[in-house]
Each structure stands twice: as C-alpha cells, then as structure tokens.
C-alpha cells in the first residue's frame, strides 16, 4: 500500500461516511506503507512515489520514522544535481504538487 494522508482520508472516511471525531486512527491508517531509508537516493524515492502513485513517503532511519520526503523535495534535488530543470518540466502541475507537500 501507499502512504498518502490525503488519499487515506478521502478514500477511507469521507467516502464511507466513517465517524472522524469517534474513530481511531488504526481503522484508516495506511498498513506495512511504502517507505524509504534515510540513506536513499532522492532519485530513488521519487521512483517509488511514481510507482506507489504518492507524493510522499516515510523516511526510516533505526527502525523508527525520522520524517516524510515530499516528490517536491525529491524534484529540487534533481534540479540541484543534474542542473537541468525538472521542476519546469512539471509547472503545469506545479502548484498542485505543491499542494500536496
């Protein structure tokens, strides 16, 4: 499964009229989610958040979440690197990836 609070929430609770203030987190959470190492490439994780279709997942680091890297973090950092810009090769979706992040 993917981690994307967003997608959770709508798809989860919203769409079946599931109780948000009496229902605890562990009905709508996102079990065994696709996460990333906190020592992986950004050019690996924005793989797998096109694979997962997500715009996020949980960085792990020691067995425990450390943070969250967004597909915007993971563009800049190709931007950075390569010198080229991928973040204009997505503006048309810019500012609902950013959204998003």
């Given at each position: 499964m993917c981690f994307d609070?967003?997608?959770d929430i709508a798809t989860r609770v919203i769409n079946h009229g599931?109780?948000?203030?009496?229902?605890?987190?562990?009905?709508?959470?996102?079990?065994?989610?696709?996460f990333?190492?906190?020592d992986t490439l950004s050019v690996e994780a924005l793989q797998?958040?096109?694979?997962?279709?997500?715009?996020?997942?949980?960085?792990?680091?020691?067995?425990?979440?450390i943070g969250l890297v967004c597909i915007l973090d993971c563009l800049r950092?190709?931007?950075?690197?390569?010198?080229?810009?991928?973040?204009?090769?997505?503006a048309t979706n810019w500012d609902a990836l950013a959204r998003y992040c």
């Amino acid at each position: 499964m993917c981690f994307d609070v967003l997608k959770d929430i709508a798809t989860r609770v919203i769409n079946h009229g599931i109780d948000l203030v009496n229902t605890p987190v562990s009905k709508v959470m996102t079990w065994n989610p696709i996460f990333v190492l906190s020592d992986t490439l950004s050019v690996e994780a924005l793989q797998k958040m096109v694979a997962g279709e997500v715009t996020r997942l949980p960085v792990i680091e020691n067995g425990e979440v450390i943070g969250l890297v967004c597909i915007l973090d993971c563009l800049r950092d190709a931007d950075k690197i390569t010198g080229r810009k991928a973040a204009k090769l997505m503006a048309t979706n810019w500012d609902a990836l950013a959204r998003y992040c």
